[in-house]
C-alpha cells in the first residue's frame, strides 16, 4: 500500500477513545441486565461492521462470537438473516432495529421498525440494543477513519 499513513485517533485522543471504551462496557452491562443473550450482543456489533464496511472490527468480533460457542453458519448468513431460520424472534427484532439505527441517514428509525422491536423487546432491550448499536457505529468510525490495519497474518 502507497497511501500516506493515517493517524490513529484513538491513539492521538487516548481520554476520547477510553470513554468510548467506557460507553461500551456500559451497554454490554445494559445489553445483560436487560437479558440479551452474550451471543446476539457479539452478532449485533458483526451486524453493524458488516453494514460500515469495517474488516477490523469484522474479524475481532466474529472471532468473539466464535469463541463464545457461536456457530459458524449463523454468522455467514447474518448479511441475510431475514431469509433464514436461523434466527429467534428476539434475534431477529434486535438485528431490525440494530440495522436502521446503523442506516439512520437511509430514512431514520421508522414507526414501523421501532414498532416491530417494540413487539418483541422490552424497554430496556430496546434501549440497551440502540445503546450496543451506537457505540458500535463509532467504533467502526475510529477504527475505518484510523485504518486500523487487517493483515492476512
Known amino acids: 500500500m502507497t497511501e500516506k499513513q493515517r493517524?490513529?485517533?484513538?491513539k492521538q485522543h487516548?481520554?476520547?477513545?477510553?470513554?468510548?471504551?467506557?460507553?461500551?462496557?456500559?451497554a454490554e452491562e445494559s445489553a445483560a441486565v436487560?437479558?440479551?443473550?452474550?451471543?446476539?450482543?457479539?452478532?449485533?456489533?458483526?451486524?453493524?461492521s458488516q453494514i460500515n464496511g469495517c474488516a477490523f472490527c469484522l474479524r475481532m468480533h466474529t472471532r468473539d462470537a466464535l469463541?463464545?460457542?457461536?456457530?459458524?453458519?449463523?454468522?455467514?448468513?447474518?448479511?441475510?438473516?431475514e431469509e433464514t431460520g436461523y434466527f429467534s424472534e428476539t434475534e431477529r427484532a434486535a438485528l431490525r432495529l440494530t440495522?436502521?439505527?446503523?442506516?439512520?441517514?437511509?430514512?431514520?428509525v421508522s414507526d414501523d421498525d421501532y414498532g416491530a422491536a417494540a413487539?418483541?423487546?422490552?424497554?430496556?432491550?430496546?434501549?440497551?440494543v440502540a445503546w450496543l448499536a451506537t457505540?458500535?457505529?463509532?467504533?467502526n468510525r475510529v477504527a475505518i477513519t484510523s485504518r486500523y490495519s487487517v493483515d492476512g497474518g
Not at 67 to 81: F, H, Q, Y
Not at 99 to 108: A, F, K, L, W
Not at 119 to 127: C, D, F, G, K, Y
Not at 135 to 139: D, E, T
Open 99 to 108: 440495522e436502521v439505527i446503523t442506516r439512520v441517514s437511509q430514512g431514520h
Open 7 to 10: 493517524v490513529n485517533i484513538g
Open 34 to 48: 436487560a437479558g440479551l443473550d452474550p451471543l446476539l450482543v457479539e452478532l449485533l456489533k458483526i451486524r453493524v
Open 14 to 26: 487516548p481520554a476520547s477513545y477510553k470513554a468510548l471504551i467506557a460507553l461500551s462496557a456500559a
Open 119 to 128: 413487539a418483541v423487546l422490552t424497554e430496556e432491550q430496546i434501549s440497551a
Open 135 to 139: 457505540v458500535m457505529n463509532a467504533f
Open 67 to 81: 469463541k463464545r460457542g457461536e456457530k459458524s453458519d449463523r454468522i455467514a448468513v447474518l448479511p441475510a438473516w
